[in-house]
């Protein structure tokens, strides 16, 4: 009996360990944007100290946040909007037709360095005058959305029995009206799982909009750079901007967390 | 033929049709492109049209040794990130394979690294690595240890940077493996334990067994992303301190966006690409081969 409890406090006290390691950074993250600058560099690092709002005011005061967080909000809706409507299709297609090639094609985009094609991007947008354009950056991040949206939804789509549209088709139904009016609506679970993966990386990318981007469209992981490079670093301004961008993730994540669990895993089990 | 029936029988080509043209576009021509100025010596900034030099951008880029570290850094930063996490990682979820109370709020924990922005992320750890203020050295030196430079020293940078990437990224290989225990059967297991076996014999010849292939594959999907990793080093070290912690990934960008040389830079795009793709198609091949 004895050994029983032991080994369960060896397990929780193993638990607590992994769960402090994860959350640390986030922890001393948020507790150093409420921290002046002086609290910052105090040595030994304070862990109590009077917080300050001073970082938020001036992240969205001075420093325009507002404007990135609306430049990134915009990017990721029209990219991931735009990903379903030449997604969705798609991956029903490789689903019911089983197009494994397709889908392996496609999926290339996921597996290839982006940076293989954002330097010709780089030459063919500044050419066609679309540098620091909605359009520019948007075209990058439908290539980031894509994938996973083919990605997930072929795999989402196959679960589905092939009885539910062929009934429909055996009624007169054409196929695309049966994809439209009885597979679409039975695949909320897996739309919601790509459209909220797809919209975290689309909001988390860096080096496409950093070299297409600039003052006009600048999505917020630039932003957060560029507060980096000032002469001095602002350390507690810098934390303040990290939690702002990673707030919305980490609350999409939460509420949707067993969908982006699925999303994160999906292939890997399968395959 | 009505119109409509012409649309069914095309479906198969007409429903991913506009994904396929979307990739060839954005993709596919982007790719030959960079293929075609690698055999150029095209410079931005000359204000010169591209110029075919056949291999010459290949013969000066693959010969010179900032490119050639370049290489050999990729693949130590990745070998060495994905190793770690995959030997954490698996842990992790063998730790973690039970019921609890909790077990829920441990996956959303587990979760937050991966949907963290990278460069902040990176950022965050600055801070942490920073000689004269961050937490690290003061943690040293609590434990009566000399502080270290970490990403300001040419010779720690790199492991400093492996271990943010390792922090970031476990986490998915725990995920992914916990999701390959949640759907074994029980059977092998009770069988072990019934002949008596002891519980790490058990996970030892039974359970990391019968995981294998998940393991294989979270390995695979983390060797892809660890071979392209950009965010995180751009942010916090920009490939320095001096070159000490340039990946072919910072290389070609600085090649392309920085000294504005497409010709080169689209070699060393070209080789990362092959990297990338040899890599993943080599394991792939391994991984086929240790199924059968």
Redesign the interface.
């Known amino acids: 009996m004895n050994r029983k409890i032991l080994s369960s406090a060896i397990?929780?006290i193993?638990?607590v360990a992994?769960?402090l390691?994860?959350?640390f950074?986030?922890l001393?993250?948020l507790s150093?944007s409420f921290k002046t600058q002086l609290d910052?560099?105090?040595?030994?690092?304070k862990i109590l100290f009077t917080p300050t709002l001073q970082n938020y005011e001036k992240v969205f005061g001075e420093q325009d946040f507002l404007k990135y967080f609306l430049n990134s909000t915009i990017v990721g809706t029209a990219a991931v909007g735009l990903s379903l409507?030449?997604?969705l299709?798609?991956a029903?297609?490789?689903a019911?037709?089983t197009?494994r090639k397709?889908g392996m094609?496609?999926l290339?985009?996921r597996?290839?360095?982006?940076?293989?094609?954002?330097?010709?991007?780089?030459?063919?947008f500044s050419r066609l005058g679309l540098m620091d354009s909605y359009t520019a950056l948007i075209?990058?991040h439908?290539?980031i959305a894509?994938p996973i949206v083919?990605w997930i939804m072929s795999s989402y789509f196959a679960t589905i029995p092939r009885e539910m549209e062929e009934s429909a088709m055996v009624d007169g139904a054409?196929?695309?009206y049966a994809f439209w009016k009885i597979i679409l609506p039975l695949s909320g679970p897996g739309i919601i799982t790509a459209t909220t993966l797809s919209f975290?990386f689309s909001?988390?990318n860096?080096?496409f909009s950093?070299?297409l981007s600039m003052e006009k469209t600048k999505t917020?992981?630039i932003a957060?750079?560029n507060f980096?490079s000032y002469a001095e670093v602002d350390?507690g301004g810098?934390?303040a901007?990290?939690v702002a961008?990673?707030a919305p993730?980490?609350v999409?994540?939460?509420v949707f967390?067993k969908y982006?669990?699925k999303g994160?895993?999906m292939?890997?089990?399968k395959? | 033929m009505s119109r409509?029936?012409f649309?069914?029988r095309h479906?198969?080509i007409?429903?991913?049709l506009?994904?396929?043209v979307?990739?060839a576009m954005?993709?596919v021509?982007?790719?030959l492109?960079?293929f075609f100025?690698s055999f150029t010596n095209w410079n931005?900034t000359s204000g010169l049209p591209a110029e075919f030099v056949g291999l010459r951008s290949y013969t000066r880029v693959l010969t010179e040794p900032r490119f050639l570290n370049a290489l050999a850094r990729t693949f130590a930063f990745t070998l060495f990130a994905v190793a770690i996490e995959g030997l954490l990682g698996v842990a992790?979820a063998l730790?973690?394979n039970?019921a609890?109370v909790?077990r829920?709020l441990?996956?959303?924990?587990?979760?937050?690294?991966?949907?963290?922005?990278?460069?902040?992320?990176g950022?965050?750890?600055?801070?942490?690595f920073d000689p004269?203020?961050g937490?690290l050295n003061?943690v040293l030196q609590a434990f009566g240890l000399p502080p270290g430079l970490w990403i300001s020293n040419a010779a720690s940078v790199l492991p400093s940077l492996i271990l943010v990437d390792v922090?970031q990224w476990t986490?998915?290989i725990t995920?992914?493996v916990?999701?390959?225990l949640a759907?074994l059967s029980e059977e092998p297991v009770e069988a072990a334990r019934i002949d008596g076996a002891s519980e790490w014999q058990i996970i030892r010849w039974v359970t990391i067994p019968m995981v294998m292939p998940?393991i294989l594959?979270?390995l695979i999907?983390r060797l892809?992303d660890a071979?392209?990793t950009?965010?995180i080093i751009?942010?916090m070290t920009g490939g320095g301190p001096g070159y000490a912690s340039e990946t072919l990934?910072i290389m070609?960008?600085k090649y392309?966006?920085e000294y504005f040389r497409?010709g080169q830079?689209?070699v060393i795009?070209?080789v990362?690409?092959v990297v990338?793709?040899g890599s993943?198609l080599g394991i792939m091949k391994l991984r086929a081969a240790s199924e059968e």
């Open positions: 397990f929780y193993a638990v992994i769960a390691v994860v959350l950074p986030f001393w993250m150093s910052i560099i105090a040595w030994p690092p409507v030449l997604g299709p798609a029903y297609s490789i019911r037709f197009q397709l094609f496609i290339l985009a597996l290839m360095p982006g940076i293989s094609f954002l330097m010709p991007w780089y030459i063919v075209l990058s439908i290539l894509l083919v054409t196929r695309q975290i909001w988390n860096f080096m950093q070299v917020l992981p957060v750079y980096l350390w810098v934390m901007a990290a961008i990673m993730a980490i999409l994540t939460m967390q982006v669990v994160l895993t292939g890997a089990v395959g | 409509s029936s649309a069914e479906l198969h007409l429903f991913p506009p994904a396929l979307f990739v954005l993709m021509f982007p790719v492109y960079t100025l931005l992790a730790i973690l039970r609890f909790g829920s441990a996956k959303l924990l587990l979760l937050l690294p991966l949907v963290a922005t990278p460069v902040a992320v950022i965050v750890f600055n801070l942490f004269t203020i937490l003061f922090w986490p998915m995920l992914i916990l999701a390959g759907g998940v594959t979270a999907l892809i071979l392209k950009f965010d751009f942010a990934n070609g960008y392309s966006f497409m830079s689209a795009l070209v990362l690409f990338v793709f993943s």
